[in-house]
């Protein structure tokens, strides 16, 4: 899909209102990006965090959203040796969903990932790919965003992103069954179904 194609819908989806730009300003960001196959326009977090974007996803049109428990989501942020593009909109490309460590822990999986020569996602990365494709997002095949860390005094937080399907349960509610979920995981935990999000590499120009 068209690197334009995509900023229509991103539009669409209501990124305009949540980053406080004009139409016109997000269409000037996306000038230079070039339409390679397979790639996804992605939200830098300094242009909208993942909790403002979370609410943009639909699944059976019920709105995304995060767990009442990750008040402290801002502070996930890129882990060590992954930079991103300095610039509002950049893609990344061959997004995956990493099915094949579906049953790994986050720990197990980040080396292999990386051997593999692609790059663990974002939470901004996992949202945008879902705002242009949603399907993407299906039961028993869900995944996590390894790419983000919170950092602690002694190192790393224990927690890791994730993005899933709501079962309606406990805080959740049942009226957000099915929607779309930001949430976390414990980084020595393994899930049957979260694999573990990564792309080939990430593009500015």
Known sequence: MSVNRQLHRLLEAGVADVTGRSAAELTACVAA??????????????????????????????????????????????????????RPLYLIREPDRGDDMRN????????????????????????????????????????????????????????TPAIWISGGTGRDGTARRRAPKVGWCWAGNRHTWLGFASARDRLSS
């Open 33 to 86: 990006l070039p339409d390679e196959p397979q790639s996804v326009l992605v939200v830098h977090p300094a242009l909208a965090t993942a909790r403002q974007l979370a609410p943009l996803l639909r699944r059976d049109d019920k709105p995304g959203f995060v767990v009442e428990d990750m008040t402290d989501l801002e502070e996930f942020v890129p882990i060590e040796g992954l930079d991103l593009p300095d």
């Open 104 to 159: 790994w822990s986050p720990t197990e999986a980040l080396p292999v990932i990386r051997e593999r020569g692609r790059t663990p996602l974002t939470v901004n990365e996992g949202i945008s790919w879902l705002l242009q494709d949603p399907k993407v997002l299906e039961p028993n095949h869900c995944f996590m965003t390894i790419g983000d860390r919170k950092r602690s005094r002694t190192g790393l937080d224990a927690r």
